[in-house]
């Protein structure tokens, strides 16, 4: 229970469906102990007459996940904290203290299904465009999956709203989404000066090259980049975007949109439900953004949890540290790291 109006919601339903509830709510980020967001999930708790457990986690979500925000940076790699907080820490964490408990199931409000078929769970689109986050959890293992319950799945935020509404929590009808990383809503730089202890030292000037190694002027340094990056660049008399970080020589490469496009990429740390869903043909829909966008692909899985992506026609922007996700009939078939 985050405090939000989805998990509010969903706990609401699973009480009217007949579950036992307990309410959850993990301290991931906040500095000191003011929190508004677990003050309204407590207090909804209450409310609804469940048990509420709070978990500071502060201290693990610092070593994960935004120490790999803040190394991946240093790679010149873009990171997606949001899928790796979800693939290692925050699901692992929910399940440990629903053994604790001794609860069978446990739930979220995201706007996402699962589906049983052929003897494997897989997490499906939810019925809402808007705010489905199926691109979000393509870590979830078999285990995870058999002992999940998306209760928002099949509504669209509109409804939820209302339903929160009709039931007489205006409150919760109300409360604005969140966006952006829990830690680093805004712009990533000065969060990422601030975390280091000598930013002078990692973060100086370096070199833009175009495509044919020319010097075309001084940059920041690489951290402050980004894989597609278009603004914030130098003044030049065309558009150009960030083609490459080169960490090790501190260069990053500009290039106009035309040799921004590529055919295929690797991922790592590849987790898919069942790789004979995979063939040799263009079958796959794979998705390098969160939002409506979707290219026929192939997989080619190669030794040490890498793989190869095929695409049937070029992406522009395959920024290395993001998240490639597969899918079928609106079904996610698995995922991994660009590398």
Not at 250 to 260: D, F, H, S, Y
Not at 273 to 282: A, E, G, I, P, Y
Request: charged share 25%.
């Amino acid at each position: 229970m985050s405090g939000g109006t989805d998990s509010s919601v969903a706990a609401i339903l699973l009480l009217e469906q007949g579950f036992e509830v307990v309410g959850l709510t993990f301290r991931f980020w906040e500095d000191g102990e003011e929190n508004i967001h677990l003050q309204d999930a407590v207090r909804l708790a209450g409310q609804l007459g469940i048990e509420h457990i709070t978990y500071d986690a502060r201290k693990v979500f610092r070593e994960s996940v935004v120490q790999y925000f803040i190394d991946e940076y240093l790679a010149g790699r873009t990171p997606f904290p949001c899928v790796k907080c979800n693939n290692e820490l925050k699901w692992r964490l929910i399940l440990e203290e629903a053994d604790r408990l001794g609860c069978g199931n446990v739930a979220m409000g995201h706007y996402v299904n699962i589906v049983h078929e052929n003897n494997r769970y897989l997490v499906a689109e939810g019925v809402d465009p808007d705010k489905d986050q199926s691109f979000f959890l393509w870590g979830l293992t078999q285990e995870q999956l058999s002992r999940i319950i998306f209760p928002l799945g099949q509504f669209h935020k509109t409804e939820v709203r209302a339903m929160a509404a009709e039931r007489g929590y205006k409150k919760v009808s109300e409360k604005k989404d969140s966006l952006g990383a829990c830690f680093c809503s805004g712009d990533y730089r000065p969060f990422l000066k601030n975390q280091l202890s000598e930013p002078d030292k990692l973060i100086f000037a370096g070199n833009f090259l175009d495509e044919a190694g020319n010097v075309l002027g001084r940059h920041e340094g690489f951290p402050l980049y980004t894989v597609g990056q278009r603004r914030g660049l130098m003044h030049l008399n065309r558009k150009v975007f960030v083609k490459e970080i080169r960490p090790l020589t501190n260069e990053v490469v500009l290039a106009p949109l035309t040799g921004m496009y590529k055919t295929e990429f690797l991922i790592r740390d590849v987790n898919v439900v069942d790789k004979n869903l995979f063939s040799n043909d263009f079958d796959a829909i794979c998705r390098i953004r969160y939002r409506k966008q979707n290219t026929l692909s192939r997989v080619i899985f190669l030794e040490n949890g890498m793989a190869r992506v095929e695409l049937a026609e070029p992406l522009e922007s395959i920024a290395p540290g993001q998240t490639a996700v597969f899918y079928r009939d609106g079904k996610v078939l698995g995922g991994g790291f660009i590398s």
